[in-house]
Structure formats: C-alpha cells, structure tokens
C-alpha cells in the first residue's frame, strides 16, 4: 500500500512528534485528540518541535511552515480518519483506555485503514481483537526526540499480514527513521528490552542507598565514554513514566519496586520536578550538571 494520509491518534509529547516527523516528510496528518484544550497543547508543542528541526536538522521555515501546513486537527475520530491509509495510536499507556479506543475506532475507520500502536510496554496481540482488523495491526515505536533518535521498532503479531508489516517498515524509512524489524514479538522490542533493566539497575543501586544518581552517572560515562548515565536518560524519559512502571510492578507484588516508586514520588513528582519537560528532574535545565566538562574530573 502506497501510504499518503496518516492519522495521529493521541497529541501528547511522542503523538506530537510522530505527527510533526511524518508532515515535514510530506505526508497529509490529521491529529486528533479528546479536547480542544489538548489540541492547543499540541500546537504548543508543534512550535517547540519547529525550533528543534531547525536546529538539529537545519530545517528551513518554508519547510516547517509547509510541514505545519500538512496538518490538520480534529476532535471527532471518524473524521479524523474518513481518509487514513494509516492510523497511527498514541493513546495512554492504560489497557482499558486502548481498549475502549480501539473498539471506537473499528466502527468509523474505513475498510483499508492500517492500525499501529505505539505502546512501549503492551502487546499488540493483546488488543489486536479490538481492532476490528488484526491482520492489518501491528506495532510502531519510536524513541523520544524521534527527529534525532530515530528508531523505528515495527512489531507484528502472530495475525498480521506480511504485506502489512512490509508496508509499515517502509513507511518508517519515508519518514526519515532506521526500520527495525522484530521477527517475534517481545516485551518491550528491542530498545526497551536493552534499557529497562539497565535503568531499573541504576535506580536500585540509589534507593538502596549503594550510591546516588550523579556518581552512578558519571562511572557509566567514564566507563563506556556513553554522552549520557542513566538517571540523565530517565529527565529525557520523564520521570512520571518509570513512575507509573514502579507503581505497577509494585502492585504486582515487587518490594524493589515500591521502594523506587516512593522515591521516585517524594524525591522528584511531588517537588514538580518531572525531568527535562518542566526543566528540572535529576538535573536542572537547560544547563544539566553533567554536560559540564569538569563533571567527570570530580
């Protein structure tokens, strides 16, 4: 299938940049969220996301104002997607929420609609029968700042159509990304599968009181000569995201887990600092302690 029209469902900040890296691509997006109030927001984010094309890929104002130009926005789903060759999700990560979502969706999206999920924790043949059309759904995941970062993890289930999933990984590469195909699915993909137990390593190493987040940082760093420790890749993440992870895992019966949501809450969410979003987190922004030159000398 020749993709042309896509479908953002879900603005938030990953929704917005699917959206934004898939128009300066060329392709005609329709955003859509719940709210009016979420769309404004979106189109708040769409003008930060303007200045770091501009930055980072030397993009000119004709061709961000274009991209702009490719959007469009809209609070009712059918007409979000009266013309979608793709639908991409970008919805909560809560399983009632894609559910319900999915279930609305299957009634007002037309018959060659390919659904994508972007879900980093969830399955997609756990909600595949929602879809209305499992064999056109699969997985699509991008790594935050995906203008930079730009991985594509596209994941099908065990009822996806081949031909699908081959359109959707050259979908991936027309934007812009690196398609990475997963042969089987798996928790996580590959990205995440990697960098979970890494950073749930590091946040153990801190609440057991082994050694605190800047030290842990800086003998990844030095050790691997990598540009970022863990706790630096956790302000990018956000840290209401390994929040909620904790929070889960700890419901479920993990006292690891409970002891790093508390932290991660009384430490860091309950004093606003949310990560490199509102410009404070395990570092302070724009300026974060360890892009300092002397940060690994001490």
């Known amino acids: ?168 990984v050259e979908f991936s590469k027309a934007i812009g990304m690196v398609a990475l195909p997963l042969h089987k699915e798996q928790p996580g993909y590959i990205l995440n599968t990697l960098l979970v137990p890494f950073l749930n390593s590091a946040q153990y190493l801190v609440v057991n009181g082994i050694s605190d987040p800047h030290t842990v940082d800086k003998t990844w760093m030095i050790a691997t000569g990598a540009p970022r420790g863990p706790f630096a890749i956790l302000d990018v993440i956000g840290i209401n995201t390994p929040y909620h992870l904790s929070v889960a895992k700890a419901n479920a019966g993990d006292a690891e887990a409970a002891k790093v949501a508390d932290y991660l809450k009384t430490e860091f969410l309950d004093k606003g600092r949310m990560g490199i979003q509102n410009g404070k987190g395990f570092y302070d922004y724009p300026n974060p302690r360890y892009m300092d030159p002397d940060f690994l000398k001490e």
């Not at 926005?73 to 009266?82: P, Y």
């Open 1 to 168: 299938m020749d993709f042309k029209n896509v479908t953002v469902a879900g603005s938030g900040v990953l929704g917005s940049q699917i959206a934004f890296q898939s128009a300066y691509h060329g392709f005609d997006v329709a955003v859509y969220d719940i709210t009016d109030d979420a769309l404004t927001r979106a189109k708040e984010r769409f003008e930060v996301l303007k200045k770091h094309f501009k930055k980072d890929l030397k993009a000119t104002d004709e061709q961000l104002d274009a991209a702009y130009g490719r959007l469009s926005f809209h609070t009712d789903l059918g007409e979000a997607v009266e013309n979608a060759d793709l639908m991409i999700e970008a919805v909560p990560e809560v399983l009632d929420i894609k559910k319900e979502f999915y279930t609305d969706l299957a009634k007002v999206a037309p018959e060659q609609t390919v659904f994508a999920t972007n879900t980093s924790t969830m399955l997609p043949s756990t909600f595949a029968e929602y879809t209305g059309r499992p064999e056109k759904f699969l997985a699509l995941h991008f790594a935050n700042d995906i203008w930079r970062s730009n991985t594509a993890e596209v994941m099908g289930h065990g009822g996806t159509d081949e031909s699908v999933f081959n359109d959707v």
